[in-house]
């Protein structure tokens, strides 16, 4: 670690994030880790256990932070975000979704209130500074039939990251918020206002209104009206994106006009205006 990248580290302690906190139950109960594997793994546990729903398990670094499908996540101490939030929703196991949509939507609004920066949401669960990736969002379900036991909402942001933090392969394609606005940020701060922003959209699909989260996410996207190509285990598809659904699934219209979704894969833009 650089002597800048010393200068950028911190700790953020439970006295730390409950102090201001305006939420009714989205982190009033945590579980902190100087290090840990992953808050998800330590969550999963903790949801076995009982944890309230709102528990928030967060970290100073991981040794095993996941990304989607499995993808390391870069977790260095005392400078980002690592943490997982455990609810227990009551809604259908097909809403669960929604979940993730509220979270990219929280997590951007937060940033783009905050520092004033150009974020945007990159389906299905990136936030984007400038087109270059600095959030990501993992959620974990455990349902049966027709019940939601958990969700586990994993968000891994790269707050006060330096250049020389990242892996050499990833370097032009990710930042952080320190990177792009020129100085650090406070992550507690940065944790409370997600919190509180998360709590108003969660209420919103417990209630039965999704179309304002829908609705939120599709405001902060730089996903729609784009060219994009989706590639996953199932093929490829190339076109506009137009939309997207109430499981989260991302609305394409090809060259010839015809509409097909896409439940999963990885974006890439094949035009960025």
């Given at each position: 670690m650089s002597d800048d990248s010393r200068e950028l580290s911190d700790s953020v302690s439970e006295r730390e994030?409950?102090?201001?906190?305006?939420?009714?139950?989205?982190?009033?109960?945590?579980?902190?880790?100087?290090?840990?594997?992953?808050?998800?793994?330590?969550?999963?546990?903790?949801?076995?256990?009982?944890?309230?729903?709102?528990?928030?398990?967060?970290?100073?670094?991981?040794?095993?932070?996941?990304?989607?499908?499995?993808?390391?996540w870069e977790s260095p101490p005392g400078v980002n975000l690592y943490f997982t939030l455990i609810l227990r929703p009551d809604i259908?196991?097909?809403?669960?979704?929604?979940?993730?949509?509220a979270a990219a939507a929280a997590l951007t609004k937060s940033?783009?209130?905050?520092?004033?920066?150009?974020?945007?949401?990159?389906?299905?669960?990136?936030?984007?500074?400038?087109?270059?990736?600095?959030?990501?969002?993992?959620t974990e379900m455990n349902a049966?039939?027709?019940?939601?036991?958990?969700?586990?909402?994993?968000?891994?942001?790269?707050?006060?990251?330096?250049e020389d933090m990242f892996p050499?392969?990833?370097?032009?394609?990710?930042?952080?918020?320190?990177?792009?606005?020129?100085?650090?940020?406070?992550?507690?701060?940065?944790?409370?206002?997600?919190?509180?922003?998360m709590e108003g959209l969660y209420g919103n699909i417990v209630s039965g209104r999704k179309e304002i989260v829908l609705d939120a996410w599709r405001n902060l996207s730089c996903t729609l009206g784009r060219r994009v190509t989706v590639r996953g285990l199932w093929g490829e598809r190339t076109g506009t994106a137009m939309d997207?659904?109430?499981?989260?699934?991302?609305?394409?219209?090809?060259?010839?006009?015809?509409l097909d979704k896409v439940m999963s894969g990885d974006l890439y833009f094949t035009q960025k205006n």
């Open positions: 994030i409950l102090s201001g906190l305006e939420t009714e139950f989205l982190g009033r109960h945590i579980v902190h880790f100087d290090s840990t594997d992953s808050t998800n793994t330590q969550a999963l546990r903790l949801a076995g256990e009982g944890a309230p729903e709102g528990t928030l398990v967060i970290a100073e670094s991981q040794t095993a932070g996941r990304g989607r499908l499995g993808r390391k259908p196991p097909a809403d669960a979704p929604m979940i993730t949509l940033v783009r209130a905050l520092y004033k920066l150009p974020a945007a949401i990159k389906w299905p669960n990136d936030m984007l500074i400038d087109f270059k990736k600095c959030a990501g969002i993992l049966e039939p027709g019940r939601i036991r958990h969700v586990l909402l994993g968000v891994g942001v790269d707050v006060n990251m330096t050499e392969e990833i370097r032009k394609i990710s930042t952080s918020i320190y990177l792009s606005r020129g100085e650090r940020a406070d992550r507690a701060g940065l944790l409370q206002r997600f919190l509180f922003e997207i659904d109430a499981s989260g699934s991302l609305v394409i219209e090809d060259d010839g006009g015809e």
